[in-house]
């Protein structure tokens, strides 16, 4: 296996953690040096045991290094992935891939003159409760799902770091929605037949600091995708309901619960119960009574890890796990999320 030599721009948070936990030589792709524009931010390079350029015309020019990994502020993917491909690299780019569609349309064709691979670091797809939410999705074990919802929910508002500045690219659906808006797409196998979204601006920056969105798929199913980042008590990371039954996920932890409807409901013998101040047969037993809890199923990704996908896409031997069409239909998402929150109109897709 000939390793991919790969240089971090960019060493930062994301970066840094790229280098540490991510990049690894069993994959084939090992971490070999780092550019930031912050020299102070190269420090920590050799004990990382990074190779440091001074200049990013050295890692252009430098014929050991195949490979780049952007992890910059956001408005800087562009220009950075397009000089990476002309000076011969291939690329992994962090979310979002880039501000725009157009901008994702200029950087593709770069990739395809340049014949450089272009891969976008949607982690995300990995993540545990995902992979519940995706085996719920595909086994039917509380049937076909009808509604799903995913929401991250903090109270820290937006940090105060590029991500609440429009020129960078900030605001959370450019954060965290690119994550929850790319495992939505990559588990419906329908494609989205309406949205209709509004974003927050409550902390007054200039950027949306959390979002609400709703999308309909051609196959009926509908979904609320919801950013927050003053919900100073959090809704759970998915609630998802099937013909059969009702899943929970509370947070990464993977705490949270299937309820099942295993009795039988005679429709027409409800008895009403007083709630509140009034009578309901609709909300009155048996409905808890006829159903049964069960643990959540277990996830898992029977795909490669990002890492050596990449590794094997580069070396022709497998098509990337995150594919191109697939971030541009999130960014094309991302699009019309902006303008029904800017609009206040339901955007149909034709
Ligand atoms: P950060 O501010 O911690 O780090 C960014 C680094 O880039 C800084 O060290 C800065 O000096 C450097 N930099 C800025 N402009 C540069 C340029 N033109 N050339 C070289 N270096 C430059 O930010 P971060 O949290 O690490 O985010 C970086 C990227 O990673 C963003 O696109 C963000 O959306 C993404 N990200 C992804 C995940 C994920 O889970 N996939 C998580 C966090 C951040």
Avoid at 16 to 26: F, G, N
Avoid at 114 to 134: G, P, S
Avoid at 172 to 197: N, T, Y
Avoid at 306 to 329: C, D, G, W
Wanted: with cysteine.
């Amino acid at each position: 296996m000939t390793k991919i030599n790969m240089v971090i721009i960019g060493l930062g948070g994301m970066g840094s953690y790229h280098a540490r936990e991510l990049i690894k030589d069993t994959d084939g792709v090992h971490a070999y040096g780092a550019f930031d524009i912050n020299p102070e931010q190269l420090v920590k390079a050799p004990d990382m045991g990074l190779k440091i350029y001074d200049k990013l015309a050295d890692v252009w020019q430098d014929e050991a290094v195949e490979a780049v990994l952007i992890a910059t502020p956001n408005d800087s993917h562009k220009e950075l992935s397009i000089q990476a491909m002309r000076a011969g690299k291939h690329v992994v780019c962090e979310k979002p891939v880039m501000m725009s569609s157009t901008e994702l349309n200029e950087v593709l064709a770069v990739a395809e003159e340049t014949e450089k691979v272009f891969m976008v670091h949607q982690n995300r797809r990995w993540d545990k409760d995902f992979l519940v939410i995706r085996e719920l999705y595909r086994q039917q074990e509380i049937g076909s799902l009808f509604q799903i919802e995913s929401r991250v929910h903090g109270a820290n508002g937006i940090p105060g770091d590029w991500r609440h500045l429009k020129e960078h690219g900030g605001g959370m659906l450019l954060d965290w929605g690119v994550h929850l808006l790319d495992q939505l797409l990559f588990l419906v196998d329908s494609p989205i037949k309406s949205v209709v979204a509004d974003l927050s601006f409550v902390l007054g920056d200039d950027v949306d600091d959390g979002f609400i969105t709703h999308i309909t798929f051609e196959n009926g199913l509908k979904s609320i995708v919801e950013v927050g980042t003053t919900n100073f008590i959090k809704l759970p990371r998915w609630y998802v309901k099937g013909l059969e039954g009702t899943a929970v996920v509370d947070d990464w932890d993977l705490s949270g619960r299937v309820v099942k409807q295993t009795g039988f409901i005679d429709h027409h013998k409800l008895v009403p119960i007083q709630a509140g101040q009034g009578l309901t047969k609709t909300m009155a037993p048996p409905s808890e009574d006829a159903t049964t809890t069960f643990p959540l199923p277990k996830g898992v990704a029977e795909f490669d890890t990002f890492y050596h996908n990449f590794y094997e896409v580069v070396r022709h031997q497998a098509v990337p796990i995150v594919k191109n069409s697939e971030v541009m239909t999130v960014l094309k998402l991302i699009e019309m999320i902006f303008k029904s929150a800017e609009t206040g109109q339901t955007i149909h897709v034709r």
